[in-house]
């Protein structure tokens, strides 16, 4: 069973950055996707970018609207483990950030939750203007 530790959640103001990362242990980490999700009070939980993960680790990136041009998907494969450094934060961005491994390669169903077999348990992202 794969278990994913997220960690880099705090508060900040907007317009400041933070670095979320993901260490994933007990699985296959290449040629994989794996992918950060959101969920903020009262609503439904989205995909805010993804990667397919590979040996060398240049794999094919996806990202939300919402938050392209400010977040950016990163792997290091000596340390199994996916980071998101967000910058630009908005007010809006405050949510919980989840973590998320599949058992294949991302697909165009990247940002919905169903590919996704195994869940970190979530870190805070609060951003206040």
């Known amino acids: 069973q794969a278990q994913l530790v997220e960690s880099g959640g705090g508060s900040v103001q907007a317009g400041g950055s933070l670095r979320l990362a993901c260490a994933v242990s007990?699985?296959?980490?290449?040629?994989?996707?794996i992918g950060w999700f959101r969920q903020a009070a009262g609503k439904e939980r989205e995909g805010v970018a993804a990667?397919?993960?590979?040996?060398?680790?240049?794999?094919?990136?996806y990202y939300a609207d919402s938050v392209k041009g400010r977040f950016t998907i990163s792997q290091d494969g000596a340390k199994d483990t996916v980071y998101l450094q967000m910058n630009s934060l908005k007010v809006e961005d405050t949510a919980m950030y989840y973590c998320a491994a599949s058992n294949r390669w991302c697909e165009d169903t990247w940002s919905s939750v169903a590919p996704y077999a195994y869940w970190g348990q979530g870190t805070q992202v609060t951003v206040s203007s």
């Open positions: 007990e699985y296959s980490f290449m040629n994989k996707c």
């Open positions: 990667v397919y993960t590979t040996y060398t680790g240049g794999g094919l990136t």
